[in-house]
T-cell receptor
């Protein structure tokens, strides 16, 4: 079964450092997303991406965040200067045009710890 | 206002029994989709079941069924014949917008932690 792959599974970084979280979505999917889940809390939408541009972003997704799809397969989330409150599980997801049958497919997540 | 409300922070059920996890939603969009995801302790998000706002019948997928009551804006997940492996966090989520709108984000509830006891 096709899956969304995220690397690394765990990342520890110092406050103020830049991090790049990587995702390989399912190959025939058109829509890509990043969500985050602070430990024990709900899953929050960060950004959606379609046709090589951001289609929607939340208020969490400020100037410290950026996304790109550099080579047609990878989808990355960059945090320029990490803060302690950026510590969370970050999920990449992708979907086809229709989400009725398969929903949104999520990766296994990257647990980011900012120290 | 909360878009998705899951009022049960934790539930437990005996193995082989059925359990209902509650979800209510709030939207003024006539077209929307409701999803349930399972998150085991390993952390991944597993898609379980989908219900569209225009679907006439309740969705079913194996041991999962969705009790969709549109007028009450509720979309409860029913798990029949619970198994030990069903112990996990369960999230209800909503997509607002047209049925094939893959670009529309999901809005999640706070989740319900289900424990299945032998």
């Amino acid at each position: 079964e096709p899956e969304v792959t995220q690397t690394p599974s765990h990342q520890v970084t110092q406050m103020g450092q830049e991090v790049i979280l990587r995702c390989v979505p399912i190959s025939n999917h058109l829509y890509f997303y990043w969500y985050r889940q602070i430990l024990g809390q709900k899953v929050e939408f960060l950004v959606s991406f379609y046709n090589n541009e951001i289609s929607e972003k939340s208020e969490i997704f400020d100037d410290q965040f950026s996304v790109e799809r550099p080579d047609g397969s990878n989808f990355t989330l960059k945090i320029r200067s990490t803060k302690l409150e950026d510590s969370a599980m970050y999920f990449c997801a992708s979907s086809e045009e229709s989400t009725e049958v398969y929903g949104y497919t999520f990766g296994s997540g990257t647990r980011l710890t900012v120290v | 206002a909360q878009k998705i409300t899951q009022t049960q922070p934790g539930m437990f059920v005996q193995e082989k029994e059925a359990v209902t996890l509650d979800c209510t939603y709030d939207t003024s969009d006539p077209s929307y989709g409701l999803f349930w995801y399972k998150q085991p302790s390993s952390g991944e998000m597993i898609f379980l079941i989908y219900q569209g706002s225009y679907d006439q019948q309740n969705a079913t997928e194996g041991r999962y069924s969705l009790n969709f009551q549109k007028a009450r804006k509720s979309a409860n997940l029913v798990i029949s014949a619970s198994q030990l492996g069903d112990s996990a966090m369960y999230f209800c989520a909503m997509r607002e917008g047209q049925g094939s709108g893959g670009y529309n984000k999901l809005i999640f509830g706070a989740g319900t932690r289900l424990a299945v006891h032998p």
